[in-house]
């Protein structure tokens, strides 16, 4: 798409972008913030009832290789 725009037109084009791309990134921000506070709540109840240890956070073992 090609046209011919003027200067005010495109500083317009450029403040309604950046404006939508801060209420886009506010709203990423919020969303994560929350995920995370969900995920650290279910984590300590999990926790609290002994329903996982360290032992679930260590790394795999590997298997012998075959000869």
Known sequence: MQGSFSKADA??????QSACRDQI????????????RALAFN?????????????DFALPRRLPRAA
Do not use: F, H, I
């Not at 500083?11 to 309604?16: A, H, N, T």
């Open 11 to 16: 500083k317009e084009l450029d403040r309604l």
């Open 25 to 36: 990134v506010t709203a990423y921000e919020q969303s994560v913030s929350e995920s995370m």
């Open 43 to 55: 984590l300590a109840n999990a926790l609290a009832l002994d329903l996982v240890g360290a032992d």
